[in-house]
């Protein structure tokens, strides 16, 4: 089956993102996918200011602005509100930064989560707190420096596995995205649109300014990092079910690091192992969809 | 119909009676008989809501927050730490002008940990534009969340239903639960002009700079201000419906009393056989006891207070490095006033201690003795 991306455009110009930002990318898309009866929430994040200043907007749909923890709980109350007034037909969609929601944010998502409320939750994933000026947050990679990670005490701790934590509140649908791959992003929020309960999706989010990155590379990053085995794709059915989006041939770490400034300081050593964590968990996740390929094919053959 | 409920129970009943639609709320003693019971009435179909059962105090605010932005008439409860742990949202709520009710429990804060009454829990949150309403008997607390939609929905202000721990949360008392048709007739379904609406894309509290951010804290001020009269105006036609009306204050013998008691909740209750037996004795002495605490009623203090010849407000809470809440702002309030009475700031009750009748009578006494107050505050039998 071939998939297309919607013409249709709901975020309309003159927001303000800097350029060759991902997380405007993310949002253009989805917001093909969702279509124009979605209500979203936003926390404290690059997208409350990228949105553009009082009394402009540039997504197109109702948006309710909220304090920094609350984006998930945020997005269940609104669903509450619809259902309680038979409002049916809606996209509630809670749309926070790795920050908001690896950090601050995750006890309210996984209080949403638990209960299994009817939201879509999108974490587009920068790796640091780039709106309050690159610091580290428990998204950011193995590796890395940033304003709070300076090089000589560069991060020294492995990315949260945020989709493993989703996964095991049993949740119905968990997938990984990245704005180089935006037939698989829109897919992937076609399914979430068309099942019940909490939906989460992680995508990668280029950061130009945060990477110390040209930005007219940013979508080749995003590619990178999938073909690097750095961000895989893959999606988590019922909490337990694996599932490869895409299974592309390795190419070389430095590839993906050598372009952005933020890992300039890694010696060869330090890349190296770096390499063997992204390939320890890359094992991982295969071997967890080789394990989960008799759910899909009976998927597969019930329908 | 006639029935025996906790204070607790009245808060869900007066929920119920109010047609709540959502309810986001998370247990903590003293409140949890009131989480307890919504849940029953939600589970057995009394009431058509949606119950979301969060994970803490924080979120229950956010999930009211969201409710009732998209348009549902929303109820929370909570109590001291679940209150305190809101504080960042209550703030949200009331800037992003959501009409939520939610009652809280009043009970002290911990270190060292306590469950018992006292009210620096809330007055804690007097700032953050929250319209707080202090009640003293388990019926004005039902009455008071259907009064408390009424008023919220029309200035698009969250309201904060107040009371004791224990002192109201636990009592039973003999209560008239009115009939949901005339609740109805009184609170109509609402229609918030401003909800989420697919329909009508809009983004809500975004980045605003200093050029607008001014003039909506005013507007603020402008409905806080206007609820004033909505509070007694919503009151009155209470009072004509159920044959019981609220005011701004209650007052009890305070005509031609020269010295004025001014306190709140269950110690204003307390006062009243005081008042009346220091009556009989020929002291003329009278009673305010302040319902409306944000906004304050400071017109109303004024001309209710202006003139006496002593004032003595008694604080179950405080602020420290100044006095009690209720002291400050019934001072506040008569600093420029002519005939300005002498006021004694007694703190009382911290804690759940009980303050019973001989104690609000020394209260009295020790002020009818003094010319003048000693200090900003006096304590009452403080162990030292």
New interface residues.
């Given amino acids: 089956m071939k998939y297309t991306i919607p013409a249709q455009e709901v975020m309309c110009s003159g927001h303000k993102a800097c350029q060759g930002c991902g997380a405007a990318l993310a949002m253009r898309y989805a917001l093909k996918a969702l279509g124009?009866?979605?209500?979203m929430?936003f926390p404290a994040c690059c997208w409350?200011?990228i949105?553009?200043?009082?009394?402009?907007?540039a997504?197109?749909?109702?948006?309710?602005?909220?304090?920094f923890?609350?984006a998930a709980?945020?997005?269940?109350?609104?669903?509450?509100?619809?259902?309680?007034?038979g409002?049916k037909d809606?996209n509630v969609v809670a749309w926070a930064g790795d920050g908001g929601t690896f950090d601050i944010g995750i006890?309210?998502l996984?209080?949403t989560t638990?209960?299994n409320?009817n939201i879509i939750y999108v974490c587009y994933d920068n790796e640091a707190y780039m709106n309050t000026g690159v610091q580290r947050s428990s998204a950011t990679p193995w590796g890395a420096v940033t304003t709070t990670t300076p090089p000589r005490h560069f991060k020294k701790e492995r990315k949260k596995d945020m989709m493993a934590i989703l996964a095991a509140h049993s949740i119905p649908y968990t997938a990984s995205a990245s704005v180089a791959y935006p037939e698989d992003f829109i897919k992937k929020l076609n399914y979430a649109k068309s099942i019940e309960g909490t939906k989460f999706l992680h995508i990668l989010a280029t950061c130009p300014p945060g990477w110390r990155s040209a930005p007219e590379i940013a979508v080749q990053l995003a590619k990178l990092a999938v073909q690097t085995h750095a961000f895989p794709l893959y999606e988590i059915h019922e909490g337990r079910y694996f599932k490869m989006s895409m299974n592309p041939a390795k190419k070389p770490l430095t590839d993906y690091l050598k372009p952005q400034g933020r890992f300039r300081h890694l010696t060869e050593e330090q890349v190296a192992d770096m390499d063997r964590m992204i390939d320890e968990r890359y094992s991982y996740l295969l071997e967890q969809a080789e394990r989960s390929k008799p759910y899909f094919d009976a998927k597969k053959e019930t329908k | 119909m006639q029935k025996v409920i906790m204070g607790n129970h009245a808060l869900s009943w007066g929920a119920l009676l109010s047609r709540a639609?959502?309810i986001?709320a998370y247990p903590i003693t003293p409140q949890t008989e009131v989480v307890e019971l919504l849940s029953n009435m939600c589970a057995d179909g009394d009431l058509d809501?949606?119950f979301?059962?969060?994970?803490?105090e924080?979120?229950a605010m956010?999930?009211?927050?969201?409710?009732?932005?998209?348009?549902?008439r929303?109820f929370t409860a909570t109590s001291a730490q679940g209150l305190a742990l809101m504080h960042?949202?209550l703030h949200?709520a009331t800037g992003?002008r959501l009409p939520i009710v939610m009652g809280n429990i009043n009970r002290a804060m911990a270190p060292p940990w306590t469950i018992w009454t006292e009210q620096t829990d809330s007055i804690s949150e007097r700032d953050t534009g929250w319209l707080q309403i202090y009640t003293s008997s388990i019926q004005e607390i039902l009455d008071s969340v259907i009064q408390a939609y009424k008023v919220a929905e029309q200035v698009y202000l969250p309201v904060m239903v107040v009371l004791d721990s224990f002192v109201l949360s636990h009592t039973n008392e003999n209560c008239d639960i009115p009939d949901q048709s005339k609740v109805d007739a009184y609170l109509p379904k609402f229609e918030n002009a401003y909800k989420?609406?697919?329909n009508?894309?809009?983004?809500?509290?975004?980045?605003?700079?200093p050029d607008?951010y001014y003039e909506l804290r005013y507007k603020i001020q402008k409905d806080t201000e206007r609820s004033l009269d909505l509070f007694v105006e919503t009151g009155k036609e209470f009072g004509e419906m159920f044959g019981r009306e609220y005011g701004l204050v209650e007052t009890y013998k305070l005509d031609d009393a020269d010295t004025v008691l001014v306190s709140s909740a269950s110690i204003a209750s307390t006062a009243r056989p005081v008042i009346d037996a220091m009556r009989e004795e020929g002291h003329k002495v009278g009673l305010i006891r302040v319902r409306v605490f944000r906004p304050f009623p400071s017109d109303l203090m004024r001309k209710l207070l202006e003139g006496r010849k002593k004032v003595l407000v008694v604080d179950r809470n405080i602020s420290f490095g100044m006095s009690g809440a209720f002291y400050e702002e019934t001072k506040a309030a008569l600093y420029n006033v002519k005939n300005s009475p002498p006021m004694w700031g007694y703190i009382a009750g911290l804690g759940g201690r009980d303050v019973p009748t001989n104690v609000v009578r020394d209260m009295i006494e020790q002020t009818m003795k003094e010319d003048h107050p000693s200090g900003d505050i006096i304590w009452i039998g403080v162990k030292k």
Avoid: C, N
Avoid at chain 1, 51 to 57: E, L, Q, R
């Fill in positions: 124009p009866r979605t209500i929430t409350s200011v949105d553009g200043p009082f009394p402009y907007s997504v197109g749909v109702p948006l309710f602005h909220t304090a923890e609350t709980v945020v997005a269940s109350g609104i669903r509450a509100g619809l259902d309680a007034r409002e809606v006890q309210a996984s209080g638990e209960r409320d | 639609e959502v986001a809501a949606q979301i059962k969060v994970e803490s924080h979120s956010a999930a009211s927050m969201g409710a009732s932005a998209a348009g549902a929303t960042e949202v949200w992003a989420l609406d697919v009508k894309p809009a983004a809500y509290g975004g980045l605003t700079g607008w």
